[in-house]
Structure formats: C-alpha cells, structure tokens
C-alpha cells in the first residue's frame, strides 16, 4: 500500500540517493531499480526537473547519449543530497 511508504522508500529520495551514489546512470536502469514505470519514472522526473512551467525542483537532468538517456543531479540536487 502507497500510503504506508516510509520517507525512507519514496522514489524521489530513492531516485536522488541514486543519482548521487551514480550520476549519469540510464532512465531505464533506474527505473528498474526504483521498481517504477517508465511512464512513473518520467513523472517523477518532471516534478524533479528544472522545466520552470511545471514547477521543477531542478535537482535532477536529463542528458541524451545517443539513444539513451542519461540521468544526472544538478549542483542543486547534488548540494541537497550532500546535507541530508
């Protein structure tokens, strides 16, 4: 049941955990490890994003590496997961 997630397992935490065990790791890797869709994940991603008309977070970036995409911290995600 989602409602009973521990801080501990929300997948924005997760996702940002990740990202700075591992920066630059594909959508689809960490999809698989966060157990999310990909259509999940990219919703995750928005609210994470730096897209100001959706009031993005900007802790985290997309990059494309030829036909993958890559998932990095910006220096504001990477300066929030070094004080938590």
Known sequence: ????????EDP??????????????????????????LSELQRLLVALGGDQRFDGLDLVVQRQDGERTLLWLTAKGRQLCQTT
């Open 1 to 8: 049941d989602r409602g009973q997630r521990t801080m501990s």
């Open 12 to 37: 924005a935490l997760h996702l940002l955990r990740l990202l700075a065990e591992e920066d630059g790791q594909s959508i689809h890797r960490v999809a698989k490890r966060l157990g999310l869709g």
